[in-house]
């Protein structure tokens, strides 16, 4: 067990933390860039939004602005490759205004992007984190491979509710990865099975085709069923029980028909028996080759430059909170990381937005019960006043 501990605590001791960003204080705007591609971006400003345990440590940055794009980034204190090794790449995010639609993810780049003119088509390596807009709720993990961004192919489904969440995904020097949500597993895999980016490993081989004697009919038409002779009547007949109205005029109203009805008699389109067909010999299925065009590649994991971090979104109801966010080569410093933040807020936050609710739910109570008794109250008022008009008109 001392064993286990020690190398626990070597694993953290020996992490790197290549990205910190906490916003404790207002000093986060001289580290965050904001971009001037555009001159009407939205404000970012700092909050610990409506529920929280410690504000200096749960503040983050919200956004401040409807209908607004946001672009701000940040450098890492020194460039690096992940040649070799984990990359951990972990934030939180708050939906505190109940989100319509809006992005809630970041993009990690290289060192040498231009944060002052950081955009929407800026290249980076890793785009990351939750995407809402309307019933779509997705995890968008975007990996950029050859200078071309590749979505994940699998469904990965982000939180939609006004509390807080930690988003984390892991990239692995085996070309695994796996991407979890509030510390628990959503998502595992191989880069190489679950994004396009190499091309396939085998295709169908282009000089195999299908003979011509080969039959993939299963069942037949039995050549010796007859059509029955009484088989054909038509599917409606006239009403034998309609009768010609009295005032029926042929040369007004011209010659009356009967009104057509279902034939009791009809059985339909007649098909004959269907019976194994002995030539059957199955579904063809087209060969395959080696693709001359695949080539295996160990380090689809591998970017030689990271070294910024930045949020790029349209949010059309702001109100979005990002905080704790960090870039590490360990899992376990990042786990060691939200264990002091996150798990610290998760708790308190849930049940003081409980609280909340529930007071504005008494309070709603309490309001159409109030109205209602208002309504009542006003009726009988009424009933009473009209009785007393009624009495005096009769005393006259």
């Known amino acids: 067990m001392k064993s286990l501990c020690l190398l626990a605590i070597v694993a953290v001791v020996t992490a790197e933390v290549y990205f910190k960003e906490e916003f404790n204080d207002a000093s986060w705007e001289k580290r965050w860039v904001q971009s001037k591609h555009k001159d009407d971006f939205g404000a970012f400003k700092l909050s610990a939004g409506k529920y929280f345990d410690v504000e200096s440590r749960d503040q983050g940055i919200q956004t401040s602005q409807d209908a607004k794009f946001y672009s701000r980034a940040a450098k890492f204190d020194k460039e ?35 944060l002052a003119d950081f955009h929407g088509e800026t290249p980076y390596n890793v785009m990351f984190g939750p995407d809402i807009c309307g019933p779509t709720r997705r995890v968008h993990v975007i990996l950029n491979y050859k200078g071309e961004n590749k979505l994940i192919k699998k469904e990965i489904t982000c939180k939609s509710d006004e509390l807080t969440h930690l988003y984390t995904l892991i990239l692995n020097a085996d070309n695994t990865y796996e991407v979890k949500i509030d510390g628990e597993s959503a998502q595992t895999g191989s880069l190489e099975e679950d994004w396009d980016l190499l091309p396939a490993k085998k295709i169908k081989d282009p000089d195999a085709k299908k003979p011509e004697d080969w039959d993939e009919r299963e069942y037949i038409d039995d050549a010796e069923d007859v059509r029955p002779e009484d088989w054909e009547k038509p599917e409606h007949i006239p009403d034998p029980d309609a009768k010609k109205p009295e005032d029926w005029d042929d040369e007004m109203d011209g010659e009356w028909e009967p009104p057509m009805i279902d034939n009791p008699e009809y059985k339909g389109e007649w098909k004959p028996k269907q019976i194994k067909n002995p030539a059957y010999k199955g579904k063809w299925i087209h060969p395959e080759i080696e693709n001359p065009e695949y080539t295996p590649d160990d380090e689809l994991y591998l970017y030689d430059n990271w070294g910024a971090i930045g949020f790029d979104l349209w949010q059309v109801k702001s109100g979005t909170i990002f905080d704790n966010v960090l870039i590490t080569d360990s899992v376990e410093e990042a786990e060691a990381h939200a264990a002091e933040t996150f798990d610290k807020l998760k708790t308190v936050e849930k049940e003081k937005k409980e609280k909340a609710d529930e007071e504005a739910r008494k309070a709603e109570e309490e309001a159409r019960k109030k109205a209602e008794e208002e309504k009542e109250a006003k009726k009988d008022d009424d009933e009473e006043e009209e009785k007393e008009e009624e009495e005096g008109h009769d005393e006259l």
Do not use: L, P, W
């Open 80 to 114: 690096f490759s992940n040649k070799g090794k984990t990359i951990v790449i972990q934030y939180t995010v708050k939906h505190e205004q109940g989100i319509d639609c809006g992005g809630g993810y970041v993009k990690v780049m290289r060192g040498d992007a231009d």
